[in-house]
């Protein structure tokens, strides 16, 4: 089906279900909700995974800094669900080995202890065991940590994704059970009768056309942005998000060689930073800086920038300078309140369900790796306000679209798992950069099945050309807008403001662009 076939059918068909936001949670819950039969609407007013979900750290994990906190409950959950993911998702998810390196005597026996408590509570869902380092072996790991001062290490298992191509084929996923899906479709009012919500009333950004989706019940999964629906619904309802900006730099392969990521279980300021190879790139972070605006685009602080690059010099070998930033990123957090004056470091990652008195179900708090039992939750909720069958939840063992063990060779066709097949038979195998992996047929392949929409779609989410590289993206901005205009059936005046646009929002990602910061 296209987008405008699904626009069709979001306008005319009654709905079981109808979820408002695109992201991890949002998109989670399409997948659960239609798995187990139910009539399934999902409206995104930007991209799939436009906000906070494609911006992590790239890493499925438990949590180590939960498990520091005492919180044992949301480790045991996110490092079962971690399993689970590996096991429904093996194109997109895999081990990756983390190095804590050690600088005083007494970390070893320290950090080695906590990650066998960590191994303990993952179980057979584990990716592998944890153990003491040596210096040289640490060093054969990392060849370029600081040698200084350095006693030795400890290595743990956890895992890595690709958040936005996860994001996409989750939406694939629905679809394929049935949901009916649109990206660049705002809620712009919800439907009410005799004070219950019946649906919400959408606007199609594109063309500016509105039109009613009519639900026994409204999910409300709209991140960062949940207490401005909530608000919608019920003007006194209480705030119950804070926001926190997360911000990574992405660096050259030599900095970090090899597939062993670094794992710093305490900064100057309580955070834990990571290094982690990604893409053939590496990815460093990440902040923790409490905001008040919401913003679909945040901005790196400079402060940020410098906390990073910083540390990053502290512990490796090779001090990296503003030319070696081949990208800056942030994404920001909704995390739950708790009291005034906590900091967000602290606030919890718990997911929250709230039931308005007209029926409205919020779901906010959470993080990727526990996206699927958030949704088997909040699609449990909706049962009940919407006095829906029952029916048990089917995802913990659903391949995700693309699932495949099969090797890949091509590096680029990876992140497509089983569809790799399908584009390599397209040709066009010409990049459409010399500095980045995409090909002409990635591109078409994202218009004609990916619900790719603008340079944008295709150069930060539907590939990662944006965040691996910010300068060579820009530079690849026209080539990729011609090819849409061809595959949307567009002119020469919607293929120039493409690349204009992209352009304009590519430079936020520029270290040093005065567009980059906020």
């Not at 949002?26 to 436009?50: P, T």
């Not at 320290?110 to 960590?118: H, P, S, T």
Request: hydrophobic fraction near 40%; aromatic fraction near 6%.
């Amino acid at each position: 089906m296209t987008r405008s076939d699904h626009l069709a059918a979001l306008e005319s068909e009654d709905f079981d279900i109808c979820i408002v936001g695109g992201g991890a949670t949002g998109l989670g819950a399409a997948v659960d909700a239609a798995s187990r039969g139910h009539r399934v609407a999902l409206v995104e007013q930007d991209d799939f995974a436009k906000g906070t979900s494609s911006r992590s750290t790239k890493l499925v994990h438990g949590g180590v800094r939960y498990l520091k906190q005492g919180n044992i409950p949301l480790v045991m959950d996110a490092l079962r669900e971690r399993g689970r993911l590996a096991r429904n998702a093996p194109h997109l998810v895999h081990d990756l080995a983390f190095v804590i390196p050690t600088y005083h005597w007494w970390e070893g026996p320290f950090y080695g202890i906590g990650m066998k408590v960590y191994d303990g509570l993952a179980g057979k869902l584990g990716f592998g065991p944890s153990h003491i380092l040596s210096k040289e072996e640490t060093l054969e790991r990392i060849p370029t940590i600081e040698p200084e001062g350095l006693t030795g290490g400890v290595i743990y298992h956890d895992g890595q994704f690709d958040d936005a191509r996860l994001a996409i084929h989750l939406a694939m996923t629905a679809v394929e059970q049935g949901a009916k899906l649109a990206n660049r479709v705002k809620c712009i009012g919800l439907l009410k009768e005799d004070g219950r919500l019946r649906g919400i009333e959408a606007k199609d950004s594109e063309t500016g056309r509105r039109f009613t989706i009519r639900a026994r019940c409204v999910i409300n999964a709209t991140g960062i942005f949940v207490d401005e629906l909530r608000k919608h619904d019920d003007p006194d309802a209480a705030s119950i998000v804070a926001v926190s900006q997360g911000v990574h730099l992405v660096l050259p392969k030599h900095f970090l060689p090899g597939e062993t990521a670094i794992m710093i279980p305490r900064t100057a300021d309580g955070r834990v930073l990571f290094a982690v190879p990604w893409h053939d790139r590496v990815v460093v972070g990440t902040t923790d800086t409490p905001l008040r605006d919401k913003l679909l685009e945040p901005r790196a602080l400079p402060e940020e920038i410098a906390f990073i690059m910083i540390h990053a010099a502290q512990y490796l070998t090779r001090d990296p300078g503003p030319d070696d930033v081949l990208s800056v990123f942030a994404g920001l957090r909704p995390l739950v309140k708790s009291g005034e004056g906590t900091k967000t470091a602290s606030l919890s990652r718990d997911h929250t369900i709230l039931i308005g008195d007209s029926g409205l179900i919020t779901i906010t708090g959470g993080k990727w790796t526990t996206y699927r039992k958030m949704a088997e939750d909040v699609v449990g909720r909706a049962e009940e306000v919407a006095d829906l069958e029952k029916r048990p939840c089917r995802t913990e063992d659903l391949p995700i679209h693309g699932a495949t063990s099969e090797p890949i060779a091509e590096n680029n066709l990876k992140p497509y798992g089983s569809d790799a097949a399908a584009i390599r038979a397209m040709g066009e195998t010409e990049r459409v950069h010399p500095g980045l992996d995409l090909t002409v047929a990635e591109v078409r392949w994202h218009a004609r099945m990916e619900m790719a929409r603008s340079v944008e779609d295709v150069l930060a989410r539907r590939s990662r050309c944006l965040l691996l590289d910010a300068r060579a993206a820009i530079a690849a901005g026209p080539a990729v807008a011609r090819i849409l205009a061809a595959e949307l059936g567009k002119g020469n005046v919607w293929e120039w403001a493409q690349s204009s646009d992209f352009t304009a929002l590519a430079r936020g990602y520029v270290f040093g662009d005065p567009a980059s910061t906020g």
